[in-house]
């Protein structure tokens, strides 16, 4: 079995020559619902993953039009919850994982022709949330965790029919984020930072990271991890949070580089350089946040001069993404809306230059602030295709709302 794709947070595109096949689509999702993962297959066709009618749902969507071509929904007990949290691409086939009901998780595989149910396992163990990827086999790999606490569980299954094949616990986690290196192993985000054995789930070396937890991890085209790990300072009623990045050898587990510890410093994208995409906030007064993105130098873990670009004050980022040249896609939400409301319902994508981070085009997909509307697109999760543009899976709230994918010219940002 030839795995095609994987973890979907590498992305390959080339500069498109048009935008003439951007699109929105939205699916009615009862109740509440959204988008919470996309992919894009080898055929361009896109995958999204989230929630409708309250349970775990994969759609598949045309590349020229986003017209639906099936969609597989979770056959959970009445009354429970469940949603999708993760999204792999094995072959021409879809592998989704998420929540199913209180404490409870599950992994299906489905036919990427026509969504239909390959096998499906129930996860057990302590629940919360899940992340999923795939090795060079097609086998595949899952993660749940209970809270910042721990414990992370990870599990390996057969691509083939589902079948477990080891089973590995860390006492602590932040989060259950996790890549595979070359080789098959697994990075996992756990505290300290844990290398497992893709064959056998067993410890190749664990490493302490300077920081409380350990919140992010993810692997550069040479196979060397980068670590987002954050930790707490001052007394009880008056704690602060600091973060940090550093560079590990894949190999070894050694420390190579690290930032200064910031107030709030997290990665978001790899450029095809593997310099390193951060966002970092600052108060900009005694109620308001501002958000910069900047640009770390890959070999040395220093900040490139003059590469920066401020967001508006009070917005949170939400997703971020590099395209074949190394130009910057980011989804950014305006908190309470804009209007006062909780979830935001305002947001916008923007595209940034690789050399210099100086604006290229930018997509506001509704100003609530001015109009006062509750009605608007939340943008979730971006990724680029092959041609360069950009597909953004989020929610619409309001009288309508919906589970909206959304498709952006990546040479003009239009939809």
């Known amino acids: 079995m030839r795995l095609t794709s994987a973890l979907i947070l590498v992305y390959a595109a080339v500069v498109p020559i048009s935008g003439a096949w951007s699109w929105e689509t939205n699916i009615d999702p009862g109740r509440y619902g959204g988008v919470s993962v996309v992919a894009v297959d080898q055929t361009g066709s896109v995958l999204a993953a989230g929630s409708v009618e309250?349970?775990?749902?994969?759609?598949?969507?045309g590349r020229d039009d986003g017209g639906e071509a099936w969609r597989y929904q979770w056959p959970q007990a009445e009354n429970h919850i469940s949603a999708a949290t993760g999204l792999a691409l094995v072959d021409e086939d879809v592998v989704a994982v998420g929540f199913?009901?209180?404490?409870?998780?599950?992994?299906?595989?489905?036919?990427?022709?026509?969504?239909d149910e390959m096998w499906r396992r129930e996860l057990s163990g302590p629940y919360s949330d899940a992340w999923v990827a795939?090795?060079?086999?097609?086998?595949?790999?899952?993660?749940?965790?209970?809270?910042?606490?721990?414990?992370?569980?990870?599990?390996?299954?057969?691509?083939?029919?589902?079948?477990?094949l080891w089973r590995h616990s860390e006492a602590t986690a932040y989060s259950s984020r996790f890549s595979v290196d070359s080789a098959g192993n697994l990075l996992a985000a756990a505290t300290p930072l844990v290398e497992l054995s893709g064959a056998s789930g067993a410890l190749v070396w664990k490493r302490d990271i300077f920081g409380d937890r350990v919140s992010d991890v993810m692997l550069d085209?040479?196979?060397?991890?980068?670590?987002?790990?954050?930790?707490?300072?001052?007394?009880?009623?008056?704690?602060?949070?600091?973060?940090?990045?550093?560079?590990?050898?894949?190999?070894?587990?050694?420390?190579?580089?690290?930032?200064?510890?910031?107030?709030?410093?997290?990665p978001l994208t790899l450029t095809p350089?593997?310099?390193?995409?951060?966002?970092?906030?600052?108060?900009?007064?005694?109620?308001?946040?501002?958000e910069t993105l900047v640009k770390i130098n890959g070999r040395h873990g220093r900040r490139i001069p003059g590469?920066?670009?401020?967001?508006?004050?009070?917005t949170g980022i939400s997703c971020g993404a590099t395209d074949a040249v190394g130009?910057?896609?980011?989804?950014?939400?305006?908190?309470?809306?804009?209007?006062?409301?909780?979830?935001?319902?305002?947001?916008?994508?923007?595209?940034?230059?690789?050399?210099?981070?100086a604006p290229i085009w930018r997509q506001d997909f509704r100003d609530v602030r001015s109009t006062g509307s509750t009605e608007g697109f939340v943008g979730d999760y971006c990724v680029v295709d092959r041609n360069g543009d950009v597909l953004v899976g989020g929610y619409r709230s309001g009288p309508a709302p919906a589970f909206t994918v959304v498709k952006l010219s990546g040479r003009t940002g239009e939809k």
């Open 54 to 61: 309250q349970r775990l749902t994969v759609v598949k969507l």
């Open 221 to 266: 085209s040479a196979g060397d991890v980068i670590v987002a790990s954050y930790f707490f300072r001052g007394p009880p009623d008056d704690e602060k949070s600091f973060s940090r990045i550093s560079e590990l050898n894949g190999g070894s587990g050694a420390i190579r580089w690290k930032t200064r510890p910031s107030r709030f410093l997290f």
């Open 134 to 164: 795939a090795d060079d086999t097609g086998d595949v790999f899952v993660s749940t965790w209970k809270d910042d606490r721990g414990p992370l569980t990870i599990a390996k299954y057969s691509g083939l029919d589902g079948t477990e």
């Open 307 to 314: 590469w920066a670009h401020g967001l508006p004050v009070d």
């Open 327 to 357: 130009d910057v896609i980011v989804g950014a939400f305006f908190f309470n809306g804009g209007a006062g409301q909780y979830p935001p319902v305002d947001s916008f994508v923007t595209k940034l230059r690789a050399r210099t981070g």
């Open 273 to 290: 350089s593997r310099d390193l995409i951060a966002a970092r906030a600052r108060r900009s007064s005694r109620t308001s946040i501002r």
């Open 100 to 115: 199913t009901g209180p404490g409870t998780g599950g992994v299906v595989r489905l036919a990427g022709g026509t969504g």
